[in-house]
């Protein structure tokens, strides 16, 4: 009889049959997940950088009404949402962005067109918490 002990194979010997797929998967799932969050963080920094929603910020805290109710300074408070199209010259918007004040908070609401670097606006209106409306384009 041999009494021998018969040597135990390293770790990786012992465990590649299900390291190698599970770790393919992992790695698929995680390059899969930082492609969606790039592509929604670049999307969304589109929106919230853009000149619609500056413009409109601008002319809210100037205008005495939304100030008086919201309370000054207004700014973005949330992600935004709709649509900004490109399509080579053309532009156009039709937003939804959070806004909030020091005494109140509210819904800006913006659609605009542009050719180049001119925008029109077809609507910005901003609707506060207790149903108190503003059109901004009728100030104009």
């Not at 465990?15 to 963080?41: E, K």
Request: hydrophobic share 40%.
């Amino acid at each position: 009889m041999n009494n021998e002990l018969i040597p135990q194979p390293n770790w990786w010997k012992r465990n590649w049959p299900w390291v190698v797929p599970v770790g393919g998967c992992f790695t698929i799932l995680i390059l899969l997940a930082v492609a969606i969050g790039s592509l929604f963080f670049g999307i969304t920094s589109i929106m919230d950088d853009s000149i619609p929603i500056e413009y409109a910020l601008e002319k809210i805290n100037a205008d005495p009404e939304i100030t008086k109710l919201m309370g000054s300074p207004i700014e973005k408070n949330g992600m935004i949402q709709g649509e900004f199209n490109l399509n080579n010259d053309e532009k156009s918007a039709d937003l939804k962005a959070p806004i909030t004040g020091p005494k109140e908070s509210g819904t800006l609401f913006i659609k605009a067109t542009a050719k180049g670097d001119k925008w029109t606006y077809h609507e910005i209106r901003v609707v506060i918490q207790d149903n108190n409306e503003v059109d901004l384009i009728n100030d104009e």
